[in-house]
């Protein structure tokens, strides 16, 4: 009887906040579930999804807030941090007449790059021994608050066309071979020993524009412009394989999982308190975490490519959702007779009143702009599909970096309160 009572609030708790890892964390609470446990989430999970997003949406209407002119107040949260472009440029800076382009300090920019010069009417790759010329156009590319100091610093921007020939002269490269491991690029100097200019690196899925400072990691994906020939070089270097860009590291996947696994079965708990587990939802989660910031762990990469992750991600949620409904099915009926009205009622209460006090709290307490809070918001409900129609509003990052910033902790918080939950009720 117990955990028939406990099992769908519980159930219904995670659903309401449509987090599906503290739904795995209160079934491994059960030995022997009742089969109306598996009810509450199914019941609550449609309440909690839409909530947040009317929620996200309904209320700037009501509280007549234009976020345009809120990300416009803020111009740098406007800005993609990260987005990469490319500008061409007209050398008019004197200064740097005759002057080696390689060597001008234009590579110590945050993350800014020259790839290739103008000659003879055509984009062609940068050169080590390429100098400053009056007028000559320039092809930079980077983040483009470090493009406009570079602009600043060489001339002013250019209207000539921009004609690339990227089929033959730039190339992606995966890095594999270990003794580039730890090395920065001043170290290598690509474009003196190999001819080629490292204009992005891919790491983990975020993409960047390196400097002189940057240390190149095992599986690093390198975009690099060059000559054919010189490309070619720099790929058999640095190990690339044709095929190792979209190769998952199946040992380190396995050895991530089994760590998790373990991590999730140890038993800790507060002093006087009761032990409790991070379950197999949480410990993964802690280890992918940890993998996910510091890209590798001995010889554990945290790196899995986005088709393979995408895949395990669907795949695992449709297999456990399929179980949990061939589970509560079989009661489905007779459960919501008996706990139907109530556990909407809850549903909408556990879904709602977060909302409005993560809202005053942080409007109030800690002083964030709409944008920031509701994109909060979207992270500390866990609601990705909130953060979609948040962001179709507006082009501002602010509700992004919240989201980022209260997802994880989200997901921790729920799994050990799912849990501390069962331990009280049961």
Same mark, same amino acid.
């Given at each position: 009887m117990a955990a028939l009572t406990c099992g769908p609030c519980c159930r219904n708790f995670a659903g309401a906040l449509t987090s599906t890892p503290a739904l795995a964390a209160s079934a491994e609470s059960f030995t022997n579930p009742a089969p109306g446990v598996s009810i509450g989430y199914g019941i609550a999970y449609p309440i909690g999804a839409i909530g947040?997003?009317?929620?996200?949406?309904?209320?700037?209407?009501?509280?007549?807030?234009d976020l345009n002119a809120i990300a416009s107040a803020?111009?740098?949260?406007?800005?993609?941090?990260?987005a990469v472009t490319r500008v061409l440029v007209e050398t008019t800076n004197q200064n740097l007449f005759g002057k080696n382009i390689a060597t001008s300090g234009i590579t110590h920019f945050h993350a800014c790059q020259i790839t290739r010069v103008y000659k003879d009417d055509q984009l062609v790759p940068l050169k080590y021994d390429d100098c400053y010329?009056?007028?000559?156009?320039?092809?930079?590319?980077?983040?483009?608050?470090?493009?406009?100091?570079?602009?600043?610093?060489?001339?002013?921007r250019s209207n000539m066309p921009i004609h690339l020939d990227t089929e033959n002269e730039r190339r992606k490269v995966l890095v594999t071979d270990r003794a580039f491991a730890g090395k920065s +690029?001043?170290? @290598?100097? !690509?474009?003196?020993?190999? =001819?080629? /200019?490292?204009?992005?690196?891919?790491?983990? #899925?975020?993409t960047f524009v390196p400097n002189t400072d940057t240390k190149i990691e095992v599986n690093d994906q390198i975009t690099a412009v060059g000559l054919s020939a010189?490309?070619?070089?720099?790929?058999?270097?640095?190990?690339?394989?044709?095929?190792?860009?979209?190769?998952?590291?199946?040992?380190?996947?396995?050895?991530?999982?089994?760590?998790?696994? +373990?991590?999730? @079965?140890? !038993?800790?708990?507060?002093? =006087?308190? /009761?032990?409790?587990?991070?379950?197999?939802? #949480?410990?993964?989660?802690?280890?992918?975490?940890?993998?996910?910031?510091?890209?590798?762990?001995?010889?554990?990469?945290?790196?899995?490519?986005?088709?393979?992750?995408m895949l395990l991600q669907d795949l695992g949620l449709v297999l456990f959702l399929t179980h949990a409904g061939i589970q509560g099915g079989q009661a489905f009926y007779s459960t919501i007779i008996e706990y139907g009205s109530s556990l909407l009622a809850l549903s909408a209460c556990v879904t709602v009143l977060p909302l409005v006090l993560a809202w005053w709290i942080a409007r109030n307490y800690f002083k964030l702009d709409p944008l920031q809070s509701l994109g909060g918001i979207c992270g500390g409900m866990t609601s990705t599909p909130a953060l979609g129609a948040l962001t179709d509003k507006t082009d501002s990052q602010a509700p992004v970096v919240s989201y980022a910033s209260a997802y994880p902790i989200a997901l921790i918080v729920m799994i050990l309160l799912a849990k501390s939950l069962i331990g009280l009720l049961v």
């Open positions: 947040v997003v009317l929620f996200v949406q309904l209320l700037p209407r009501l509280l007549k807030y803020n111009p740098e949260a406007l800005e993609d941090e990260e010329v009056e007028g000559q156009g320039l092809l930079l590319v980077g983040k483009a608050r470090e493009i406009e100091l570079a602009i600043d610093y060489i001339g002013i +690029i001043e170290t @290598l100097a !690509p474009l003196k020993n190999y =001819g080629v /200019t490292i204009t992005r690196i891919t790491r983990l #899925g975020f010189d490309l070619a070089t720099f790929a058999k270097a640095v190990g690339h394989r044709s095929n190792a860009i979209d190769s998952t590291d199946l040992l380190s996947l396995s050895a991530g999982l089994s760590l998790g696994v +373990i991590l999730g @079965l140890t !038993p800790f708990a507060f002093p =006087g308190g /009761t032990p409790v587990t991070l379950g197999l939802a #949480g410990g993964p989660l802690i280890v992918a975490l940890l993998l996910g910031h510091f890209g590798k762990v001995g010889n554990i990469v945290g790196h899995i490519p986005r088709p393979t992750r």
